[in-house]
């Protein structure tokens, strides 16, 4: 079990949780995930590490499922915490290789947890970062107190609300002639249309892959992708991937296999809490 020491609501359906796991912090390079467990007999969750703090492991998550559902429900302990898992960031391990490169990071929704870890260790390193944020609307951006201490920010929003009125593609699009690398964590399908642009551009772009997961050592092939025309594993292989490379339709496929299950499954934890 793991104590934890705070898990609230930071928006409509956005969490954050602070679990000290001070195996996970010694070994953490920005980049990387843990799978959680909320309970002994939970679902294992993939989420990515927004922030580490003396010995606490910082994760922002997102109510959409029964498995986040039951995990919003966590008060004083975790059941488990695996990791960090996966490669750490190429950019951030291999940081020297970079200095000279313009960077733009894009974030949509709860995206901007895994672009704050890393866009906040480039910093340190003497970066001057760039991130493009969107969401739907105001409500729904996350630490922008946070974000804004590490890097200049262009806020895009559906409705207008905060920022610009648009897709992060469009503010891309306006300023890309000031970027040669682009990093891009968000939904799949903002990943792609991310690619359209950069690739349309010669802009190298890293994507963060975040398919179904389940055991994240490889064994089980849940998160497999298809790269170049070869399969690969999230949890092993990525999650970061050449966004040029990936196949983007197959992955909004897979992605989408076991919606009906789980919508059903997480209208019995809701009435499970109601």
């Known amino acids: 079990m793991y104590k934890v020491l705070e898990n609230k609501k930071i928006s409509n359906n956005s969490y954050l949780m602070r679990v000290c796991a001070p195996m996970v912090v010694k070994n953490f390079i920005p980049g990387q995930f843990v799978i959680v467990m909320a309970l002994e007999d939970s679902e294992r969750i993939p989420l ?9 492991v910082e994760l922002i998550y997102q109510v959409v499922g029964a498995s ?13 915490i695996t990791g960090p898992l996966g490669r750490p960031s190429e950019v951030c391990k291999n940081y020297k290789d970079y200095k000279n490169r313009k960077i733009v990071y894009v974030a949509g929704g709860v995206g901007i947890a895994p672009v704050y870890s890393q866009v906040k260790f480039l910093k340190d390193k003497g970066f001057d970062i760039d991130i493009i944020y969107g969401a739907r609307n105001k409500d729904l951006l996350l630490i922008k107190d946070k974000i804004e201490e590490v890097a200049n920010v262009y806020y895009v929003t559906d409705d207008g ?3 610009d009125k648009g897709l992060v593609t469009d ?41 179904i997961m ?12 298809m790269v170049d025309g070869k399969q690969k594993f999230a949890c092993i292989d990525g999650p970061e991937f050449d966004g040029h490379k990936i196949d983007f339709d197959l992955a909004i496929k897979r992605m989408n296999i076991y919606e009906e299950e789980e919508k059903e499954k997480y209208n019995i934890m809701r009435g499970k809490y109601e």
Do not use: Q
């Not at 559902?69 to 059941?79: A, G, P």
């Not at 000031?178 to 903002?190: E, F, R, T």
């Open 171 to 211: 503010m891309l699009e306006k300023n890309i002639s000031k970027y040669d690398y682009c990093v891009a964590i968000g939904p799949v399908i903002m990943m792609k249309y991310v690619c359209d642009v950069t690739k349309k551009y010669n802009v190298d772009t890293i994507v963060s892959m975040n398919p």
């Open 48 to 56: 990515t590490i927004y922030n580490v703090d003396n010995d606490n």
């Open 161 to 163: 609300s905060y920022g």
């Open 68 to 80: 986040t559902l039951e995990l919003s429900k966590v008060k004083d302990s975790l059941f488990s």
């Open 214 to 225: 389940i055991d994240g050592s490889g064994m089980c092939g849940a998160c497999r992708c």
